[in-house]
C-alpha cells in the first residue's frame, strides 16, 4: 500500500519567513495530495490540494509542488504569522479507487514573534 | 452548522466495554470515511461508505469494530470489548464522489479507555 513520509517534524520560524515542508509518497498510481491544517484539539482543515495533472498551485501565501517523477511534494507557506502555528499534514491518495486518504506523520509548525 | 458532526466528542469507557460512535456527514455526500489518529500522529483509514454500502475496510479494523450506514446518511463505528490501545480520536470525513472528493473532517471522537 501508499506510505508517505513528512519532514520535518518539527518547524520553528519567525514571523514573516517562509516555512517548508516536504514529503514523499510511494504509490506512483497516487494522484491527489492534499494538505491540512490541524489545530490543537480541533479537526484537520484541508488548506490546499493538488493533482498529478498539475505541478504546481497557489492560494495567497500558501503553495504547493508536486514532482511526481520524484514522487514527492512540498507546502511552502510566505510571509508566516502566528496564527499559521499548527500540526500540518499531507496526504495521498488514488482518486475512483475510494481515495482514502494515506497521511503523513505531521509537521509542528511554530511562527515566533 | 453545516459541516460533519461527531457525536460524543469525548468518551471514557472501562476495559471491556463496548462503545457506539455516530458521525452525520455534509448533506449530499455519498462518501463518508473513518480514520483513527493517535496523539502525534496522521489520521489512520480505517473503513469507508459510498452511500449506504461499505466498499473497503483496513486491516486496522479488527473484528471487534463494525461500521455501519444504513440509509446512506449518518454513520455508527462499534468498538466491542474494548482495549487500552483502542484509546486514540477517531475522526469522520465526508465527501462527493465526482466533484473533487475533498474530504472534509468533523471534530472527532476522543476515546480514553481505562
Known amino acids: 500500500g501508499e506510505n508517505v513520509e513528512q519532514h520535518p517534524s518539527t518547524l520553528s520560524v519567525q514571523e514573516g519567513d517562509s516555512a517548508v515542508i516536504k514529503c514523499t509518497y510511494s504509490d506512483s498510481a497516487s494522484n491527489y495530495f492534499p494538505w491540512y491544517k490541524q489545530e490543537l484539539g480541533k479537526r484537520p482543515q484541508l488548506i490546499i490540494d493538488i493533482r498529478s495533472n498539475v505541478g504546481e498551485k497557489k492560494d495567497q501565501r500558501i503553495a504547493v509542488t508536486l514532482n511526481k517523477t520524484a514522487k514527492h511534494f512540498s507546502l511552502h507557506i510566505t510571509e508566516t504569522q502566528p496564527e499559521d502555528s499548527a500540526v500540518y499534514f499531507c496526504a495521498a491518495s488514488i482518486t475512483g479507487g475510494g481515495n482514502k486518504l494515506t497521511f503523513g506523520t505531521g509537521t509542528q509548525l511554530k511562527v515566533e514573534l | 452548522d453545516t459541516g460533519v458532526s461527531q457525536d460524543p466528542r469525548h468518551k471514557i469507557t472501562k476495559r471491556g466495554q463496548n462503545v457506539t460512535f455516530r458521525c452525520d456527514p455534509i448533506?449530499?455526500?455519498?462518501?463518508l470515511y473513518w480514520y483513527r489518529q493517535t496523539l502525534g500522529q496522521g489520521p489512520e483509514f480505517l473503513t469507508y461508505?459510498?452511500?449506504?454500502?461499505?466498499?473497503?475496510k483496513s486491516r486496522l479494523l479488527s473484528d471487534r469494530f463494525s461500521a455501519e450506514r444504513p440509509k446512506g446518511s449518518f454513520s455508527t463505528l462499534e468498538i466491542q470489548r474494548t482495549e487500552q490501545g483502542d484509546s486514540a480520536m477517531y475522526l469522520c470525513?465526508?465527501?462527493?464522489?465526482?466533484?473533487?472528493?475533498?474530504?472534509?473532517f468533523g471534530p472527532g471522537t476522543r476515546l480514553l479507555v481505562l
Open positions: 470525513a465526508s465527501s462527493f464522489q465526482g466533484s473533487g472528493e475533498t474530504q472534509y
Open positions: 448533506s449530499e455526500h455519498n462518501r
Open positions: 461508505f459510498q452511500n449506504e454500502a461499505q466498499l473497503e
